[in-house]
């Protein structure tokens, strides 16, 4: 990602805000310029509860870039409790034990260095939910 865009996308990252359309009810994350249910283009800003379960997975084993030292690992597909769908790496359990339907919790945390402006990136990622 560059590094302006992440900046931009901070505030929703940290806080795992979403839009919802205020005719439909119909949640996006991230936000859409209007709703993809009804066209609408009047919505209201609200908090995710960061929970969720495994919608589809994969497991990363030959990394992009700036993730080398991390294979292999889970990346899914994670249906939030409140509907939208987010794509994120999982983290912290064996890759090889994912199932679909395991249930999620969002944590904050570090995704990479950037080698070139040594911007530290953090955004969301996706542990096992063991009721902590």
């Known amino acids: 990602m560059q590094v302006p865009r992440y900046w931009r996308e901070i505030p929703k990252r940290y806080r795992l805000e979403a839009a919802q359309c205020k005719k439909c009810l119909n949640i996006s994350f991230p936000e859409k310029f209007s709703c993809p249910e009804c066209g609408s283009r009047d919505f209201k800003t609200i908090k995710l509860s960061g929970k969720g379960k495994i919608s589809t997975h994969t497991i990363i084993r030959i990394a992009p870039e700036g993730f080398n030292d991390q294979v292999p690992y889970g990346m899914g597909i994670i249906e939030m409790d409140e509907g939208p769908r987010i794509m994120a790496q999982i983290t912290d359990c064996d890759p090889e034990k994912l199932k679909t339907g395991d ?8 995704i990479r ?20």
């Open 113 to 132: 260095e950037d080698g070139s402006t040594g911007v530290i990136m953090y955004a969301y990622k996706f542990v096992p939910d063991v009721g902590i």
């Open 103 to 110: 249930r999620m919790i969002y944590q904050f945390r570090r």
